[in-house]
């Protein structure tokens, strides 16, 4: 089992849960699991050609999938896979 973090923004869309356990062997497995149980979660996640939204951040334990393999990023059993939308935001301190 791989386990999913949901970040806070996002948990209306998995019935308030922090954190879901599935089956998966790469991170893309992992969220398409997530969004087969919960519909929801998949438009906040890929676009409509099936690519992980821009602003989605996505890591494998403190891995940003993005220097790796993306969404074919290998998970063992036991990680975990950490979505984070991505902040931005204005000057501080002006």
Same mark, same amino acid.
């Given at each position: %089992?791989? *386990? /999913?973090? $949901?970040?806070?923004? %996002? *948990? @209306? /869309?998995?019935?308030?849960? &922090?954190?879901?356990? /599935? ?5 893309g ?5 997530? #969004? #087969?149980?919960?519909?929801? $979660?998949?438009?906040r +996640?890929?676009?409509?050609?099936? *690519? +992980?939204? *821009?602003? /989605? ?7 940003? $999938?993005?220097?790796?393999?993306? +969404?074919? @990023?290998?998970? #063992?059993? &036991?990680q @975990?896979?950490? $979505? +984070?939308? #991505? ?6 301190g002006?």
């Amino acid at each position: %089992m791989v *386990r /999913v973090r $949901i970040p806070s923004a %996002m *948990r @209306t /869309v998995v019935d308030g849960a &922090g954190t879901v356990d /599935v089956d998966a062997s790469t991170v893309g497995e992992a969220l398409g699991a997530l #969004a #087969a149980v919960h519909p929801a $979660i998949g438009p906040r +996640l890929f676009d409509d050609e099936g *690519r +992980l939204r *821009r602003f /989605v951040n996505v890591f494998v334990g403190d891995e940003d $999938i993005r220097y790796h393999d993306g +969404l074919a @990023t290998l998970v #063992a059993d &036991g990680q @975990t896979v950490s $979505i +984070l939308p #991505a902040v931005a935001g204005g000057a501080i301190g002006r």
